[in-house]
């Protein structure tokens, strides 16, 4: 498995600000994503962190809203920008890791968060 | 990925096996079949995957059945931990995992 902690564990924020969220895993691995899950819904892919080059976006998510870094093989952040009451979800990140010879992704605890 | 179909909710006595069926009749060669769960507010949990036999770990039993349509979690003694959304997943590659609904599993006394 994998040890991944993030930073903020929660937050409230006011409309119109930006987050970062942390995301660090115990050893160095390839793949890194970002997810969001909103109330009562299940887990949406936001993009895979790429190490040295910019991040690959899914489908409804844009740079401009998310931006994420990937500085190193163990770390990675994702910025909620400019937010509204709509980007109040819990964010997580996940790494790839192999298990039974298979890669396989674990999750961290995520972070909660709240706009007002 | 091929789509899955779960059951909305289940209810297990605890003590007593649970079986989480997904049925998966779309899913192709070289996809695997990934199980998941969350337990309320935290991050998803791996449980276990498999592609064509039958696997077991320290968590769980997947069998697969020898079409691939379909297949079930078990896990053999159920605790009042194992209160979870379960996601049953079917993907090529670990790097493309898409979460449906899930199965909410509540274990009662």
């Known amino acids: 498995s994998a040890v991944i902690s993030q930073k903020p564990s929660r937050d409230i924020c006011q409309r119109g600000t930006s987050l970062t969220i942390q995301c660090q895993v115990d050893?160095?691995?390839?793949?890194m994503f970002w997810y969001r899950q909103q109330p009562g819904q299940s887990l949406t892919l936001i993009a895979t962190a790429n190490q040295g080059s910019e991040a690959t976006y899914e489908s409804g998510f844009v740079i401009d809203k998310f931006p994420i870094s990937r500085p190193n093989l163990t770390f990675s952040t994702l910025t909620v920008s400019n937010m509204s009451p709509e980007d109040s979800s819990i964010y997580l990140c996940?790494?790839?890791?192999?298990?039974?010879?298979?890669?396989?992704?674990?999750f961290g605890p995520g972070t909660r968060l709240l706009v007002l | 990925d091929a789509k899955t179909t779960q059951p909305p909710s289940m209810d297990c006595a605890e003590g007593r096996a649970a079986n989480l069926p997904c049925n998966h009749s779309t899913i192709s060669g070289n996809e695997y079949v990934y199980w998941y769960r969350q337990i309320h507010s935290q991050g998803p949990q791996y449980i276990i995957h498999?592609?064509?036999n039958n696997e077991t770990n320290e968590m769980a039993s997947l069998i697969i059945t020898e079409d691939r349509k379909s297949s079930t979690l078990i896990l053999p003694h159920a605790t009042l931990r194992d209160t979870a959304v379960y996601y049953c997943?079917?993907?090529?590659?670990?790097?493309?995992?898409?979460f449906g609904t899930g199965t909410r599993l509540q274990v009662t006394l």
């Open positions: 498999g592609l064509k």
């Open positions: 997943i079917v993907a090529g590659t670990a790097s493309k995992l898409t």
């Open positions: 050893s160095q691995v390839t793949m």
């Open positions: 996940s790494v790839g890791r192999a298990t039974g010879g298979r890669e396989t992704q674990y």
